[in-house]
């Protein structure tokens, strides 16, 4: 298989930095404008200070605690009474 050219391979790269960039800059932002629902879970992102790049695991801090509090909350659960025999 032959590779291709320095000059050929640098335009495919910069042909695929220019797609995402229109993919992440161009249309998104009109896409979240245009969808009512996309705007207002923005909005409330906003007012609750909800960092929503902890869901994606890009804040250690953030998805640790999120880890304890969920292992608490199944180690912690209330089982109810013991049954006697």
């Known amino acids: ?18 797609v995402l ?3 992440f800059w161009g249309v998104g932002p ?11 879970y923005g909005a409330v992102q906003d007012v609750y200070g ?4 902890a869901l994606y695991y890009n804040d250690v801090d953030a998805t640790q605690a999120a880890e304890n509090n969920s292992r608490d909350s199944w180690r912690f659960t209330p089982q109810g ?3 006697g025999g």
Not at 5 to 16: F, T
Not at 50 to 53: E, V
Request: charged share 10%.
């Open 30 to 40: 009109r896409v979240v404008a245009s969808v009512p629902a996309l705007a207002h």
């Open 50 to 53: 909800i960092r929503s790049g």
């Open 1 to 18: 298989m032959v590779q291709a050219s320095l000059p050929v391979r640098l335009m495919r790269l910069g042909l695929g930095v220019a």
């Open 21 to 23: 960039w229109l993919a």
């Open 81 to 83: 009474p013991a049954h």
